[in-house]
């Protein structure tokens, strides 16, 4: 019996709820999360809503939320988890990812390594 694959990416049930609310207003169907080149620290999270996956897109299904992980972006977001922060000064999506090895101080760029995979 094959051990359950670990998902990719996971949400909390602040962010779960929340794109579940921004998705429902816009129409769409998946969010898309990724990294791309940029910032201070060399990299900067992504997210977009998308009708339809790309076709070398993974895909995570976490808290009722379809989730689609560009392919050049996935490395650098194996185990991360996406929060929905609320405080008196800003309300935002926050990711905590074990490949962040340094971050700006603004917060808004990150220094990411790719996951090791184990055999």
């Known amino acids: 019996m094959a051990r359950p694959r670990p998902k990719a990416l996971t949400l909390t049930e602040a962010a779960a709820e929340r794109v579940k609310a921004l998705m429902a207003d816009r129409g769409a169907g998946y969010l898309r999360v990724g990294v791309q080149n940029g910032g201070c620290a060399g990299m900067e999270y992504v997210m977009d809503y998308v009708e339809q996956p790309d076709p070398l897109d993974e895909r995570v299904e976490d808290q ?56």
């Open 64 to 119: 009722g939320v379809e989730i689609v992980i560009d392919a050049k972006s996935l490395l650098f977001l194996l185990g991360a988890q996406v929060d929905y922060e609320v405080t008196p000064l800003h309300a935002k999506f926050v990711f905590k990812n074990p490949n962040e090895s340094d971050a700006c101080g603004c917060g808004e760029s990150v220094t990411l390594v790719p996951a090791q995979l184990d055999g």
